[in-house]
């Protein structure tokens, strides 16, 4: 946790805060803060700042927070990820977040198991959760936003070709030959299949409304290695 | 799994290998594979090829495996990583395996807690399953070699040096401003510190034996992205 992330709710005034629960148990077990430590501190898509630990103990924590730098600005990278496994989700939603990126469109492919849209990892208030957890070890603020769409064609077909506009859009394929950019100047759209890839025909789809496939190499990476591997590359 | 990982021991005849456990499930509950079905097969430090099913059940699979293709060239890079907490640390080596990283060296620091080099997942049993594991969803065959060092000093100071020459040394580094080099043509040598980073005397260890410091941007990230996002820049 390089960053604690408040909540409006935390604030029991102007500028003071109490936490309780798992940032409380973070703060005292990794940090081992005491009384008069002063804690890296963010708001909820807000600004950033610090906090002053005026009471500890293991019930809760009181903190005077002064917030007062912007947050960090947005990598600009969109991501159309085939919905991964649930625990493979959560990994990669945190390490997206942890990156800098703000929005994740999670999409159901051929190779998608039915059961992964049953996942309770799919609730709001885990994506929120794994988000925050990211967002905290990144040291930033802004939420990324995350929709779910279950069907494929609709979604990719219909309403993603009108928001490609000024984009550069990859799609990551274990098929193709072409490395990706380096260094690039436009904002990216970034999509990755399942484990197992995207079917012929969903490449295809891809490559109908404007994506470019890439290369991550001979070797076939897991979602959140391929999301760093490509941040890494791209920018 | 994109390759199924054969040992030696999993042999009963010169090109028949009888496979239960771990393998089997998977094989079972996510390839779903019956008999006639073909997998993509490798030896651990060998060749990759084909295995065809002859049987398979809920006890054991049997298949005639050929194996004909050299495993993938290696990535011209060792880590050197201060020893991460033991969950991180199995999704550290294994997204390394994946991604070709031969050379691990797990080394102490002042931030490093003194718990995790007690911690059971450090054995050549575990360290050899997360590589493993890391292999097979790269679908490579080659086994890292991961080193432990418990202390700093002798190891920075008087090994590491002498086996710098004709390699990038770099060391990232949340406080440096200089971004990591690109397409790199020579081997790397990479050094990432602890949750906290290293503290400034160890940073200053790195720096006389002729390690650079890189930035890997404005956000902290957890060491297994860091790993990833540096693959993706420097090669």
Known sequence: ???VLLEHSDFI????VRLEGRRLTHILQVHRAVKGDTLRVGLVDGKTGKGIIEQIDSVA??????LDSDPLASLPARLI???????VLNRTVAAAASMGIREIDLINAWRVEKSYWESPRLSDGNLRLQSILGLEQGGDTLLPSIRLHRLFTPFVREQLPQQLKGHLALLASPGA????????T???????GPEGGFIDREVETFRDIGFTEVSLGPRIL??????????????
């Open 13 to 16: 005034d102007s500028d003071r």
């Open 81 to 87: 990820l085939a919905l991964p496994r649930p625990k």
């Open 222 to 235: 897991r979602v959140e290695t391929a999301v760093a591997f490509l941040v890494g590359r791209l920018f």
């Open 1 to 3: 946790m390089n960053l």
């Open 61 to 66: 924590l009181e903190m005077v927070v002064s």
């Open 177 to 184: 030959h072409a490395d990706p950019p380096r260094k690039v």
């Open 186 to 192: 436009e904002p990216v759209v970034l999509a990755i």
